[in-house]
C-alpha cells in the first residue's frame, strides 16, 4: 500500500502551499494543484532517500516544488524532517534534454519510497496538459541532486 505525501505536510502547510501553486496557475482547477503538490512532495522524499540517484523533476512536479521552496519555514522543516536539504538547479525547459528513462528512474524510485505516482504529472515539458506558470525545469545536467545534511544548528 501506498503512503500519501500529502502525509509530509501538515493540513495548513498542504494548503498554504497548494494555494501558492493554484495562485501561480489561474486556470488551474484545486484538485489538480494538489495532485501538482503530491508528486513535488514525494519527489523531494525520493531524492532525500536516494541521495546518490540522478533524479529528476518535470516540468509540472518541479512547478510544485517551486511553491514548496517559496514556503521556506515549510521547507526546511520538510527537508530537517527527511534529514536532507534538497537544492534546486533551475534552467529553462528544453524538451530537447528530455529524458524518458531518466523520468522513469525517477518515477520508479519515488514508488520504491513508498508512494504512487501520478503518470499525468510526469509528462514532456512540451506537453501542455497540465499547464503550468513556472518557464522553469530543474536542470540534470551536473548529475544528481546532492541532498545535504543539516548542518549544525539548522532547525
Known amino acids: 500500500m501506498s503512503?500519501?505525501?500529502?502525509?509530509?505536510?501538515?493540513?495548513?502547510?498542504?494548503?498554504?502551499?497548494?494555494?501558492?501553486?493554484a495562485d501561480n496557475n489561474p486556470e488551474m482547477h484545486g484538485l489538480v494543484a494538489a495532485a501538482v503538490l503530491n508528486e513535488a512532495l514525494a519527489f523531494v522524499a525520493a531524492?532525500?532517500?536516494?541521495?546518490?540517484?540522478?533524479?529528476?523533476?518535470?516540468?509540472?512536479?518541479?512547478?510544485?516544488?517551486?511553491?514548496?521552496?517559496?514556503?521556506?519555514?515549510?521547507?526546511?522543516?520538510?527537508?530537517?524532517?527527511?534529514?536532507?536539504?534538497?537544492?534546486?538547479?533551475?534552467?529553462?525547459?528544453?524538451?530537447?534534454?528530455?529524458d524518458a528513462a531518466l523520468i522513469a528512474r525517477t518515477t520508479s524510485l519515488i514508488e520504491e519510497a513508498g508512494y504512487s505516482i501520478n503518470p499525468n504529472m510526469w509528462r514532456r515539458p512540451d506537453d501542455d496538459r497540465v499547464r503550468v506558470a513556472a518557464n522553469c525545469q530543474h536542470s540534470d545536467d551536473r548529475g544528481p541532486i546532492v541532498p545535504i545534511p543539516k548542518p549544525k544548528g539548522f532547525a
Do not use: M, N
Open 47 to 98: 531524492c532525500a532517500l536516494f541521495p546518490e540517484v540522478r533524479l529528476v523533476p518535470s516540468r509540472t512536479v518541479d512547478e510544485g516544488w517551486h511553491a514548496l521552496i517559496l514556503h521556506t519555514e515549510i521547507y526546511a522543516a520538510l527537508c530537517s524532517r527527511l534529514g536532507a536539504v534538497v537544492h534546486h538547479r533551475p534552467e529553462s525547459p528544453d524538451p530537447s534534454r528530455h
Open 3 to 21: 503512503k500519501s505525501a500529502s502525509e509530509l505536510l501538515t493540513d495548513e502547510q498542504f494548503e498554504a502551499v497548494r494555494t501558492t501553486i
